[in-house]
């Protein structure tokens, strides 16, 4: 996010309850802080960035498999490159308070190989409501006097060859010109903007086109990307859009296909004892005449992870090998397992994995 931000965090806003993590169970990172508590914080403040450093002294390198920001709120920047021995870095996690006055809890998990270590880290706040009666039928955000009439923009569900426009109103309501410079601007591959002038007259509004195209990307599943903006004058200001949406697979129609069968849907793991991973699976036959390939598995709980397989043959079956990590889980649960796939019948199925969590 913008420093202006990230030196008025530090500064301005009280800061306690920073803890040092201690050594975790397995190869993984260790934090400077795992809790960091931003104190009274505007509503209108904007996007907040909060850094957490971490060093990797463990015996061997580590890699971050995921991490799980429990809000949409809340993004998440990290490496995603194998972390040598020895090595630092940091964590970055962008904020915005709007629409959530009063106590801030945010928790953010991590699961690091080769370990399967998982950690929490927490971000606490109180914020102060704004003064001002925002309108509930709008997502309108300011970044100081820069007025978006949204900065989300949901994409909804979406075959992986879809091309669209979404479009959201920018207006400078300050006294001075901002610039706008392109070679500043942050933003995915997929995405190109049209609208967006070099300078931005005090009072002037545009409306500014985002063509999102994904038969130019990878991506399928679930996903949030940002669009950042970078506005120049007396006061530089980043300004960030935020992409929210799911992507499926387009179906494939071929005389050979694959044909997946799954007898059990839902696993149930019964009693589970909190402090000890427990592990599952679901077998799939392919009954069709062509290789079954899983895609991509995604999860409903970064305590839920599943490998992918190898292709399953025509004819032959494969097993699913799922963990479930009941830490910090209690009572009945109920996750969900979703695999992508290249069967044009079954292009997206759903697994779920049930247990008793006692302690």
Wanted: aromatic share 8%.
């Amino acid at each position: 996010m913008y420093k202006a931000i990230v030196l008025s965090a530090r500064l301005f806003f009280f800061l306690a309850s920073l803890f040092v993590v201690g050594a975790v169970n397995g190869q993984s990172i260790t934090f400077e802080e795992n809790e960091i508590n931003l104190g009274y914080m505007p509503e209108d403040t904007g996007n907040v960035v909060i850094d957490f450093k971490w060093a990797n002294n463990s015996d061997s390198a580590v890699l971050i498999k995921s991490i799980d920001t429990h809000g949409g709120c809340t993004i998440v920047s990290y490496p995603k490159d194998t972390l040598a021995k020895g090595s630092k870095g940091k964590i970055t996690i962008r904020v915005n308070p709007k629409n959530r006055p009063g106590p801030f809890v945010r928790r953010i998990t991590l699961i690091t190989s080769p370990d399967s270590v998982v950690q929490d880290l927490y971000i606490k706040s109180y914020i102060e409501p704004s003064v001002k009666i925002w309108d509930q039928n709008t997502n309108e955000t300011s970044y100081g006097s820069v007025i978006l009439s949204s900065d989300y923009i949901r994409v909804g569900q979406v075959l992986e060859n879809t091309k669209l426009e979404k479009s959201i109103k920018l207006k400078n309501v300050g006294k001075e010109t901002l610039r706008f410079n392109p070679s500043k601007y942050k933003k995915p591959s997929y995405v190109t903007l049209k609208g967006l002038p070099d300078k931005l007259l005090s009072g002037q509004e545009v409306t500014v086109v985002f063509t999102i195209d994904f038969s130019t990307s990878s991506k399928l599943g679930s996903y949030t990307d940002m669009v950042e903006l970078y506005a120049e004058g007396n006061t530089p200001k980043e300004i960030i859009v935020y992409l929210i949406g799911k992507i499926i697979p387009v179906p494939v129609v071929s005389a050979t296909k694959p044909i997946p069968q799954i007898l059990l849907r839902e696993v149930n793991l019964n009693e589970i004892h909190s402090d000890k991973p427990a592990q599952g699976s679901f077998v799939i036959k392919n009954i069709g005449a062509s290789p079954l390939i899983i895609r991509k598995v995604e999860t409903s709980c970064s305590c839920l992870t599943m490998d992918i397989s190898a292709p399953i043959a025509a004819g032959e079956s494969g097993t699913l090998y799922f963990t479930l990590d009941p830490r910090g889980l209690s009572g009945l649960e109920e996750k969900k397992i979703v695999l992508y796939t290249n069967a044009p019948d079954q292009p997206i199925i759903t697994l779920f994995v049930k247990a008793k969590v006692g302690t």
